[in-house]
């Protein structure tokens, strides 16, 4: 058989301090990409690209964010 002992759950942001910042650390890093994101890709449409309208920069940056979303759920 398994004698196995498990701790009890303790709630709290002191008591979970650790996981807490990890998560608002991970929160700030996503909104820093994807802050990136949505001012880099335009000026790279526009500049390489030669996009010039709105609606087509916003359907490139689109476009390039697709294959990503799949491959990110796969972990």
Not at 4 to 18: D, S, Y
Not at 40 to 55: C, N, R, T, V
Request: without cysteine.
């Amino acid at each position: 058989m398994n004698n196995t002992t498990t701790k009890p759950v303790v709630l709290g942001l002191r008591e979970n301090l650790a996981q807490f910042s990890l998560l608002i650390s991970i929160n700030a890093f996503v909104g820093g990409m994807v802050g990136i994101e949505r001012i880099i890709l335009p000026l790279l449409a526009e500049q390489d690209f030669g996009l010039a309208s709105k609606s087509s920069i916003l359907s490139f940056i689109s476009h390039l964010e697709t294959p990503i979303r799949p491959a990110s759920n796969l972990s």
